[in-house]
Nanobody, 123 residues
Framework: QVQLRESGGGLVRPGDSLRLSCAAS???????LGWFRQAPGKEREFVAT???????YYADSVKDRFAISRDDAKNAVYLQMNDLKPTDAALYYC??????????????????WGQGTQVTVSS
């Protein structure tokens, strides 16, 4: 059972940047890793994934603003978020799937979830 712990959330202004981090409890080089988010009153939605080989895939709403990366030596995955908008405010979840690929994930594709880190974007 892989445990995922997110960090790095906070309150920022529109246009600011923020970097989320997620640490896995064990070595996960063969796992695909990713991020989902859920805003109040909305469905949980896919944000980005990165495969074990480093391929990436993004939701259209964050493409060109967000960047996902991984450091397998640290069992970590990151989400660099630039030009944040109020619509990006949500609880961000780190996710993992063994031997997964980088594509649009649904919630059923996810094997492990973190507890979430809150991102608030407000002026």
């Amino acid at each position: 059972q892989v445990q995922l712990r997110e960090s790095g959330g906070g309150l920022v202004r529109p246009g600011d940047s923020l970097r989320l981090s997620c640490a896995a409890s064990e070595h996960v080089p063969s796992y695909a890793l990713g991020w989902f988010r859920q805003a109040p009153g909305k469905e949980r939605e896919f944000v980005a994934t990165i495969s074990w080989g480093g391929s990436t895939y993004y939701a259209d709403s964050v493409k060109d603003r967000f960047a996902i990366s991984r450091d397998d030596a640290k069992n970590a995955v990151y989400l660099q978020m630039n030009d944040l908008k109020p619509t990006d405010a949500a609880l961000y979840y780190c996710v993992a799937r063994p031997r997964g690929g980088a594509y649009f994930w649904t919630q059923t594709d996810v094997h492990f979830w973190g507890q979430g880190t809150q991102v608030t974007v407000s002026s």
